[in-house]
């Protein structure tokens, strides 16, 4: 999730959460070309240009972004690519760009999307019950008007972790339809308990719940990163920023695997032996933001940046679907 755009000489100024710190994982060599896989208001962008970036390829799923983007951006270095990460090897490949000395992923809602009250992501403002990046396919409506209860119940408990999973389902079906993200948060709050001045809004993790179903975001947050594998040259720099802990768990599982730091072996599940050669060295600890970027952006606090260089090792092959 970036951080919030503000005006400055009337074109929005922009500063994505932990850039400083993600600049410096990347370790920018001017004339590099690296691409951002999460463009949104186009802050990673801008600042891998103001660092030396030969060029950039930035991508994003949502036409808005990628509409904005010459005008927030208006660089010629910079390349927008209407697609999502998870499709940046062929993509690349086709460009004859591949591969790339750096690619960063910011995982989650922008907050572009999340302040416009019409694409429906926010529990805090009404709008049509939405939730698409891509503006394309079902939406969440679609999906909390069709889905039986059980698989409503699944998602919100798998992804917003919520205990009162099954209760939440039930009230949901027993409200259809719902076409409104207040009507959602109303009943979240009527479920949940509600109010004035509480410090977290109960609706919450059912909006981050069904946001992250309708987006697929964790299957392609797993293809993404290997995409990202196979089109790093050696020596590349991967920077990923997430926001809950389901993502820094899928990254961090990732990086332990790639890099060859998976958990030994025991006489119940042997070490595999002669398996493949290690894709990444992790070069850090996970990054939280400072003190001072989360009083200037709240949103900010629960992200985390994980960064790792790629070896010369072949990218290991994807599995079959």
């Known amino acids: ?46 600042a891998m ?5 030969g060029r950039v390829i930035a991508f ?16 010629s270095r910079l390349t927008l690519v209407h697609e999502r990460f998870s499709a940046m090897g062929e993509v690349l490949a086709e460009m004859g760009a591949a591969p790339v000395d750096g690619i960063t992923l910011d995982i989650g809602v922008s907050s572009m999307q ?21 503006q394309e396919g079902p939406t969440a409506a679609d999906f909390l008007n069709t889905a039986d209860e ?3 119940a699944r998602v919100i408990r798998t992804y917003g972790d ?64 290997e995409a990202a594998e196979r089109s790093l040259r050696e020596g590349g720099r991967l920077a990923v920023v997430t926001f809950h802990s389901l993502e820094d768990r899928i990254v961090k599982q990732f990086l ?7 958990p030994a072996g025991s006489r119940h599940r042997p070490a595999v032996a002669d398996g493949p050669a290690p894709t990444f060295r992790q070069v850090a600890k996970p990054v939280a933001p400072s003190e001072a970027e989360l009083k200037d952006n709240p949103r900010a606090r629960s992200a985390r940046l994980r960064t790792a260089i790629r070896t010369d090792a072949p990218a290991i092959p994807r599995k079959a679907a």
């Open 1 to 46: 999730m970036s951080g919030n755009p503000s005006s400055v000489s009337g074109a929005p100024a922009h500063k994505p959460v932990l850039v400083d710190e993600v600049v410096a994982g990347l370790a920018i060599v001017p004339g590099e070309v690296h691409v951002d896989g999460t463009f949104g208001a186009g802050g990673y962008t801008r």
């Open 60 to 75: 994003d799923r949502d036409p808005d972004a990628i509409a904005t983007g010459p005008s927030l951006v208006p660089d």
């Open 114 to 134: 999340l302040d416009q009250r019409e694409r429906g992501f926010s529990f805090r403002d009404d709008g049509p019950l939405d939730m698409r990046m891509s």
């Open 49 to 53: 240009l103001g660092a030396g970036a």
């Open 150 to 152: 059980a698989e409503i």
């Open 256 to 262: 332990k695997v790639r890099s060859g730091a998976a």
């Open 162 to 225: 919520e205990p009162k999973a099954r209760g939440l389902a039930r009230a949901i079906v027993a409200a259809r339809p719902l076409t409104r993200t207040s009507e959602l948060s109303a009943v979240c709050r009527k479920v949940l308990g509600w109010h004035a001045g509480m410090k977290t809004d109960p609706a919450t993790r059912t909006f981050q719940a069904i946001r992250i179903h309708v987006n697929a975001e964790l299957e392609e947050l797993e293809a993404g990163l």
